[in-house]
């Protein structure tokens, strides 16, 4: 069992940045591959990033490509999603998930476990 809390979640206006952090509690964090997922209001929760269990690959969604960086630190049972450049666009619920058998990368379906979301606002 993973239990998963996200922070840094905010208003900002858009150009800005912030960066979200998920710590997961449990062992062998490392076995897990990471993911972060938004869902805006009446939309379906959609793939943002993902990255694997000791930071070898990373993969994006393409509209944050260049713009949001996933990282990893297993010493601290730690997933980040740094968000450059934001856009009123980007304006969601972040939710970090972990998916224990590597199954997927992008569909939410294949993630065992999940945070309680953090909310990013970004103002035009």
């Known amino acids: 069992q993973v239990q998963l809390v996200e922070s840094g979640g905010g208003l900002v206006q858009a150009g800005g940045s912030l960066r979200l952090s998920c710590a997961a509690s449990g062992r062998s964090f490392s076995n897990y591959q990471m993911g972060w997922f938004r869902q805006a209001p009446g939309k379906e929760r959609e793939f943002v990033a993902a990255?694997?269990?000791?930071?070898?690959?990373?993969y994006y969604t393409d509209s944050v490509k260049g713009r949001f960086t996933i990282s990893r630190d297993n010493a601290k049972n730690s997933v980040y999603l740094q968000m450059n450049s934001l856009k009123p666009e980007d304006t969601a619920v972040y939710y970090c998930?972990?998916?224990?058998?590597?199954?997927?990368?992008?569909?939410?379906?294949?993630?065992?476990?999940w945070g309680q979301g953090t909310q990013v606002t970004v103002s035009s």
């Open positions: 990255i694997s269990g000791y930071g070898g690959s990373t």
């Open positions: 998930a972990a998916d224990a058998f590597m199954s997927t990368v992008t569909a939410s379906s294949g993630y065992d476990f």
